[in-house]
């Protein structure tokens, strides 16, 4: 039986679903929008969730194709090891992100997908949240001869850095200077200029996305919690990404928002029995991707939070305020300070961890390391240390990969996990006497 | 009475396989109340930390030579060794002498390692430099003279010194020279190969990094000389580029049994200390931008540094070429991402240029070579075999 068979019997109410079902819609058009461009050629660029500069894109009318969901998709409908071996008998090493070689997999196979066929890049936009997404564009650069433009978003600088400020406007003016030569790509691909109001339409639309999705995240502060942020909480980030900056996009959390408040109202929680409220850190495991929720779901375990949708949010997550009067530097500004606050912020993430256990009354957290990330995952035992040594926040820390199922093993995973909700509970009842 | 080369190469050795770094504890001694800098691979602006007459410490990784006990704790399974024999080395006190901790935006290991380190050690100031990803871009100059700058104001308030610009024209100087006659001893190997090894030239070169660079000078000046006037003959050995060695470097071992059967004419080892190809302006009116337009302009490549105006299939032919080598050795370092990525992209140029390769991976810890050894005598002899 999956988590989402076990919910419990909703009231009646044309909310409750309407999420989901807008999801489903809005994922099966843009695959409809990729294999189209893929069909006739249209402009299209790779570019990837950390920074997808989606606001000048979509300006353009270029569609965006974001290789690291179209390879969690693969994993999702069971058949990522077909193109993750393809690419290991290229060449690619077994110690490098899954997520590349399912692409590179794809790219080898025709660029044929479960869910449709993706279009051939007319350039990448690549930041460096990610540095896999350097060496990633690199090979479509190779293989394709697009243009690669390298946003690079000097992020989080270490001990005493304040986001916004020790050096920010000289940050600020290379960011500058880089969307408007990324800009300049753009108008040589698709032979247009720039449309300045299509650009702070787009702008308005992620404010407003940014908004909503603070109010869904805010949501969950609510016992029990509406929905479970690794299960729910992937699709609104999924939608945010691939919508970031379109009107379809607003709607879409608008929706989100209205179904969590009914859910809220209706006392509807995404466990039935919510036992223990849960932070995860980390990035899921795609190929186990409804097993592993439910590891937890049988203890009455439920994500109320996760790292997650911060950074692979877009860093939409700590508030995104464009300033439409003075569109470049303002996009310039914010989309530094989402990385700074967001996406590299996960490297020195302690004292958030902190804020938002209180804030959502949390129990523990969750470190799930996956080989594939390496961004994300490798100062997760110290983070795992730093809360046990210091705050008392109980934590487990497993892992396995995004979307390579050898890395997978149930045993060892529910063991993991078994004894870590054992712990909880005992030191639940330690507390209560 | 002056000392051999010999004698000069096996000081070097023992600092590099001294996991104390005795002679940045020597420098202190002599030094009192000075700050020590460490700065983790590939390439720092050592310049400016030099010129706030701090010692710039170069962390590569501790080897063989530490095991790894804290440090498994605090870095997930499968990040490459040097990440965390680096971090081991500062747990177990081996770095207690750093004000200072920079490591660069050169992989994702490398950049969570600033906030393993930031949370491990509060007292230390832990930095990432960020430098720029979009070398091609026309604003990259003036990014990485302000961030140049930002590290200054760093370094400043751990040391209370000011880095003036005449006290950087003349740390520029020293430097200069130094990649001078890094650049020259480069040149022998790739002249003869047969009058310093692959292993004498590696920890001539590490030694850079783990003593007062004008000491190195000293010792530089007095070596290449020396091995110049060897009595040595050319053997009749392949002579091979060994790519791969840009941040965790193969053990001593591994590339002396490389150089047991093949002349290693060329490298990427250590390159950070190499990493400007050319002179900086030594009296420039901004000699921060200098340095800024020599690391963006004038610079060697690895494969996390993207240029695109350069591309690193191209570099590394060139080397090959320019060292006159009949083959490479395409290596990289087990759990390395970026080396791991860039050995398909380097195998497909060398391919495309028919240029014998081969491919292979290490780990900075590794004791046994006899696979190594095969594999490279296999090589080497089918290729011989071609050649006759």
């Known amino acids: 039986m999956t988590v989402e068979e076990k919910q419990p019997p909703a009231p009646r109410s044309e909310l409750i679903g309407a999420t989901r079902r807008e999801s489903r819609r809005l994922m099966e058009g843009w695959w409809q929008r990729l294999s189209d461009a893929a069909a006739d050629g249209r402009p299209a660029a790779n570019v990837f969730v950390m920074g997808s500069a989606a606001e000048i894109l979509h300006a353009f009318d270029i569609v965006t194709c974001f290789p690291e969901i179209t390879a969690l998709q693969t994993a999702i409908r069971g058949s990522s090891m077909d193109y993750l071996l393809a690419a290991e008998d290229h060449g690619y090493s077994p110690d490098i992100c899954g997520y590349v070689k399912v692409d590179v997999g794809l790219h080898l196979k025709e660029r044929r997908h479960p869910m449709g066929t993706l279009p051939k890049p007319s350039m990448v936009v690549a930041t460096n949240m990610c540095n896999t997404y350097v060496k990633w564009a690199e090979i479509w650069e190779r293989r394709y001869r697009c243009p690669v433009v390298v946003l690079d978003l000097p992020g989080w600088r270490g001990s005493g850095f304040e986001a916004g400020r020790d050096g920010f406007e000289a940050d600020r003016r290379y960011v500058e200077g880089q969307l408007r030569e990324l800009i300049g790509v753009c108008e040589t691909i698709t032979g247009r200029r720039l449309d300045i109001d299509r650009l702070r339409e787009s702008m308005l639309a992620v404010n407003r996305l940014s908004e909503l999705y603070r109010d869904v995240l805010a949501e969950n502060r609510h016992r029990p919690a509406p929905f479970n942020a690794m299960l729910d909480g992937v699709n609104y980030m999924g939608i945010a990404n691939i919508h970031r900056g379109t009107e379809e996009g607003v709607r879409f959390m608008q929706v989100a928002l209205d179904e969590l408040r009914e859910r809220v109202a209706l006392g509807i929680g995404a466990l039935a029995d919510e036992r223990f409220r849960l932070l995860f850190v980390g990035t899921t495991c795609y190929t186990h991707f409804v097993r592993f929720l439910e590891l937890f779901k049988e203890w009455g375990g439920v994500f109320v939070l996760s790292e997650y949708m911060t950074f692979a949010g877009g860093g939409i997550d700590k508030g995104i305020f464009y300033d439409t009067d003075r569109p470049l530097e303002s996009l310039a500004e914010q989309l530094l300070l989402s990385s700074q606050r967001s996406m590299s912020g996960v490297f020195y993430s302690q004292d958030w961890h902190d804020q938002v256990v209180r804030d959502y009354q949390l129990d523990g957290i969750c470190f799930h390391g996956v080989k594939s990330c390496r961004t994300i995952s490798t100062g997760l035992p110290d983070l795992r240390e730093w809360h046990m040594r210091r705050g008392d926040i109980p934590g487990l820390f497993v892992q396995s990969d995004l979307v390579d199922t050898r890395l997978w093993s149930e045993a060892q995973m529910k063991n993991r996990v078994d004894a870590f909700f054992e712990a909880l509970q005992s030191r639940r009842l330690m507390r209560e006497r | 009475m002056p000392m051999s080369a010999e004698d000069l190469i096996e000081e070097c050795r023992e600092l590099v396989e001294d996991p104390e770094f005795s002679a940045v504890r020597d420098w202190l001694d002599h030094h009192p109340g000075a700050k020590v800098l460490g700065h983790f691979q590939v390439y720092f602006p050592e310049e400016i930390a030099h010129a706030a007459g701090m010692l710039p410490v170069k962390l590569a990784g501790a080897g063989s030579a530490l095991q790894i006990r804290q440090a498994d704790a605090r870095i997930a399974a499968f990040v490459c060794s040097i990440v965390r024999s680096a971090l081991e080395a500062a747990l177990s006190g081996h770095l207690d002498f750093l004000s200072v901790f920079v490591t660069h935006p050169i992989c994702?290991?490398?950049?969570?390692?600033?906030?393993?380190?930031?949370?491990?050690?509060?007292?230390?100031?832990?930095?990432?430099?960020?430098?720029?990803?979009?070398?091609?871009?026309?604003?990259?100059?003036?990014?990485?003279?302000?961030?140049?700058?930002?590290?200054?104001?760093?370094?400043?308030?751990?040391?209370?010194?000011?880095?003036?610009?005449?006290?950087?024209?003349?740390?520029?100087?020293?430097?200069?020279?130094?990649?001078?006659?890094?650049?020259?001893?480069?040149?022998?190997?790739?002249?003869?190969?047969?009058?310093?090894?692959?292993?004498?030239?590696?920890?001539?070169?590490?030694?850079?990094?783990?003593?007062?660079?004008?000491?190195?000078?000293?010792?530089?000046?007095?070596?290449?000389?020396?091995?110049?006037?060897?009595?040595?003959?050319?053997?009749?050995?392949?002579?091979?580029?060994?790519?791969?060695?840009?941040?965790?470097?193969?053990?001593?071992?591994?590339?002396?049994?490389?150089?047991?059967?093949?002349?290693?004419?060329?490298?990427?080892?250590?390159?950070?200390?190499?990493?400007?190809?050319?002179?900086?302006?030594?009296?420039?009116?901004?000699?921060?931008?200098?340095?800024?337009?020599?690391?963006?302009?004038?610079?060697?490549?690895?494969?996390?540094?993207?240029?695109?105006?350069?591309?690193?299939?191209?570099?590394?032919?060139?080397?090959?070429?320019?060292?006159?080598?009949?083959?490479?050795?395409?290596?990289a370092a087990k759990m390395c991402e970026p080396g791991l990525e860039e050995q398909v992209a380097y195998g497909q140029a060398l391919d495309d240029a028919g240029i014998p390769h081969l491919v292979m991976e290490f780990e900075e810890k590794t004791r046994v070579f006899e696979q190594t050894r095969m594999e490279v005598e296999t090589f080497a002899e089918s290729l011989l075999l071609d050649l006759v």
């Not at chain 2, 200390?273 to 921060?288: N, Y």
Request: proline residues 6%.
């Open chain 2, 108 to 331: 994702d290991a490398a950049r969570h390692a600033c906030g393993v380190w930031a949370r491990n050690f509060p007292e230390l100031s832990a930095q990432i430099l960020y430098l720029p990803q979009n070398a091609g871009s026309s604003h990259a100059l003036d990014y990485l003279r302000a961030e140049y700058a930002r590290v200054a104001r760093v370094i400043e308030q751990a040391t209370g010194a000011q880095v003036t610009d005449e006290a950087l024209r003349a740390s520029i100087a020293v430097f200069n020279e130094n990649r001078r006659l890094l650049r020259e001893l480069y040149a022998l190997k790739r002249e003869a190969p047969w009058l310093v090894s692959a292993v004498e030239a590696y920890v001539l070169t590490r030694a850079a990094g783990l003593m007062p660079r004008e000491r190195h000078n000293e010792l530089l000046r007095a070596v290449i000389p020396a091995l110049r006037a060897r009595d040595a003959r050319p053997q009749d050995k392949l002579r091979v580029v060994f790519e791969g060695g840009f941040c965790e470097q193969p053990p001593l071992d591994m590339l002396a049994v490389i150089q047991e059967i093949c002349y290693v004419v060329d490298d990427d080892l250590m390159i950070g200390l190499r990493w400007l190809t050319d002179d900086v302006p030594q009296d420039g009116e901004d000699p921060l931008r200098d340095l800024a337009r020599a690391y963006l302009q004038t610079s060697s490549h690895s494969p996390v540094q993207r240029d695109p105006r350069r591309p690193k299939e191209e570099r590394l032919l060139a080397r090959i070429r320019d060292a006159n080598a009949e083959a490479a050795i395409v290596a």
